[in-house]
Nanobody, 129 residues
Framework: QVQLVESGGGLVQAGDSLRLTCAAS????????MGWFRQAPGKEREFVAA????????YYSDSGKGRFIISRDSAKNTVYLQMNSLNPEDTAAYYC??????????????????????WGQGTQVTVSS
């Protein structure tokens, strides 16, 4: 069992930065993958980034590549999402997820919501123009 708690969301202006934090508790091991997704009202949940806890593999969506940075602190069982140059299109609820079972493409990474086994409650990010 894995519990995930996100924090760090808020209301910012276009061009600002935010850092989201996902604190994991429970059983997490090196070959697990932690991911960030987002969901805007009326839209499907969208992959943002993922990182393998044991290191060596990081994946980004096209919308996040170049602006967002995912990182981890294994000692703290925590994953971060640094978001830079935010724009109103980034407004969404951001969710942390943990993949603890199954396989995935090591080239593309696990980027479908159904690839993940556990989810946090989400944190809202709102970017004003």
């Amino acid at each position: 069992q894995v519990q995930l708690v996100e924090s760090g969301g808020g209301l910012v202006q276009a061009g600002d930065s935010l850092r989201l934090t996902c604190a994991a508790s429970g059983r997490t091991v090196g070959n697990n993958v932690m991911g960030w997704f987002r969901q805007a009202p009326g839209k499907e949940r969208e992959f943002v980034a993922a990182i393998r806890l044991g290191g060596g593999s990081i994946y980004y969506s096209d919308s996040g590549k170049g602006r967002f940075i995912i990182s981890r602190d294994s000692a703290k069982n925590t994953v971060y999402l640094q978001m830079n140059s935010l724009n109103p299109e980034d407004t969404a609820a951001y969710y942390c997820a943990a993949k603890t079972t199954g396989t995935y493409s090591t080239t593309l990474g696990p980027r479908r919501p159904r690839d993940y086994d556990y989810w946090g409650q989400g944190t809202q990010v709102t970017v004003s123009s």
